[in-house]
């Protein structure tokens, strides 16, 4: 229907053709005619109203071809699908590798130490190491190296001791210089002296007045250092004075040596 009515419009638009003469004589009998009655003839008055009817004219004409001109020119609107725009495609999130824990390494078990036990010190005519409700055992440290060495003293009492002193003597074979002592009783129970004479440093520990050794095993040891090598304990002793509710006892002996 649309394009029956275009192609008719644009078929009496070009066969439309503006008579110019006839516009003209319009023009020039508007411009001759008699005048008005009752009125003064006026050239001046008669010549506007002539020329602006023409011109009048002449623009419809013009106004209307244009119209025509424009309704046929102009393309029917086209039904152009609106396509909509697609959605964009969803971005990939890259999932997050994790990684597996460190496997915690067990550290490879150290291996014990195991200190061999004390030998027995070889029995000897000047030692006596047991004595009432006293026994005792000297040896050397299993420690002891070229360098440094260690006395110890084991000590027993089955009976409190009210009165102790304790003496060990290291014989200077070369360079014996103390290093420390300890023993397993309370140190505040004891008064402890180290001093050298005539050629033997002495270790000795004397229980304070009014303190008790209960009964039991108990320990003291003196360290020292000597000349390098293997030092010879041959000249070394130890000997215990003790006082307990049976009376008075004493222990001596010697150290053996580490086998």
Known sequence: ???????????????????????????????????????TPSFARSWPKAALAGLATAGILATGGLAVAGIIRTPPPSDTATTAPSAPSPTATPTPTR??????????????TT???????SPSSGSRAQNGPLWSEGSIDSHSNVYWAQSNLALKTTQPLTSLTVELRIAQTGDVRDTG????????????????????????WMLKPGRTVPAGQHEFAGQYNHAA??????????????????GTASVWGGFAPTR
């Open 115 to 121: 200190t061999p036990a004390s030998p027995h010190p």
């Open 181 to 204: 002592n300890w023993r397993t009783l309370p140190a505040d129970d004891f008064t402890v002296t180290v001093q050298e004479s005539g050629g033997v440093l002495v270790y000795r």
């Open 229 to 246: 090598g293997v030092r010879s304990s041959a000249n070394d002793s130890y000997r215990v004075d003790a006082q307990s509710a049976g």
């Open 99 to 112: 990684s597996a824990p460190p496997t915690a390494t067990a550290p490879a078990p150290t291996p014990a």
């Open 1 to 39: 229907m649309n394009e029956d009515i275009a192609w008719r419009l644009r078929e009496a638009a070009e066969a439309h053709q503006p008579d110019r003469a006839r516009i003209l004589a319009l023009v020039e009998r508007g411009a001759a005619g008699p005048p008005v009655r009752h009125r």
